[in-house]
T-cell receptor
Framework: AQKITQTQPGMFVQEKEAVTLDCTYD???????LFWYKQPSSGEMIFLIY??????QNATEGRYSLNFQKARKSANLVISASQLGDSAMYFC???????????FGTGTRLQVFP | NAGVTQTPKFRILKIGQSMTLQCTQD?????MYWYRQDPGMGLKLIYY???????DKGEVPNGYNVSRSTTEDFPLRLELAAPSQTSVYFC?????????????FGSGTRLTVV
């Protein structure tokens, strides 16, 4: 069965510093997609970044980058130059390609302090 | 462009009552999903659909039913509400699995069963 593991229930980072949120996954499928979502206190799910299993380069979207290590089955999110508005829950998720189901991890609560 | 629309946003049910959570998307997405999010947790898949007339169970289907008579609509039915169904419910839709990203989430329905 496919599984996403986020081992950091909470993280603290000072404003303007970089932070890494960990995500490991387990799947036997050769094709899969990895996502990171942000959920602020208002509750909506905001898509941040995507990495396909066959993508050769790590994905980047502005201040977000995904450190994809396929052999280790990890897909860590790196946020550079943290801002107070980055304080939120962050979820790692994996898509099954045959059903398109999105499986979520338990999340990491990030708090950015001045 | 409305995206994914969920109604209602909030609802309080008494134990044993029934209700239907509505979900409509206007993006002509084939795939639609219902998730629930318990406090401090990740999203768990209740049911999903790969097209009109086709539905399947996710991780936590007990106590729920769905139907998909049109591409646009994917209602979730709660029969005999129980306190364990107190949660935030998200509807989502997506393109086929060949696309990067492509998931759109509704704003959620906060349900309390008392």
């Amino acid at each position: 069965a496919q599984k996403i593991t986020q081992t950091q229930p909470g993280m603290f980072v000072q404003e303007k510093e970089a932070v890494t949120l960990d995500c490991t996954y387990d799947t036997s499928d050769p094709s899969y997609g990895l996502f990171w979502y942000k959920q602020p206190s208002s509750g909506e799910m905001i898509f941040l970044i995507y990495q396909g299993s066959y993508d050769q380069q790590n994905a980047t979207e502005g201040r977000y980058s995904l450190n994809f290590q396929k052999a280790r089955k990890s897909a860590n999110l790196v946020i550079s130059a943290s801002q107070l508005g980055d304080s939120a829950m962050y979820f790692c998720a994996m898509r099954e390609f045959n059903t398109d189901k999105l499986i979520f991890g338990t999340g990491t609560r990030l708090q950015v302090f001045p | 462009n409305a995206g994914v629309t969920q109604t209602p946003k909030f609802r309080i049910l008494k134990i044993g009552q029934s209700m239907t959570l509505q979900c409509t998307q206007d993006m002509n997405h084939n795939y639609m999903y219902w998730y629930r999010q318990d406090p401090g947790m990740g999203l768990k898949l209740i049911y999903y659909s790969v097209g009109a007339g086709i539905t399947d169970k996710g991780e936590v289907p007990n106590g729920y039913n769905v139907s998909r008579s049109t591409t646009e609509d994917f209602p979730l039915r709660l029969e005999l509400a129980a306190p364990s169904q107190t949660s935030v419910y998200f509807c989502a839709s997506s393109y086929s699995s060949s696309s990067a990203g492509g998931y759109t989430f509704g704003s959620g329905t906060r349900l309390t069963v008392v």
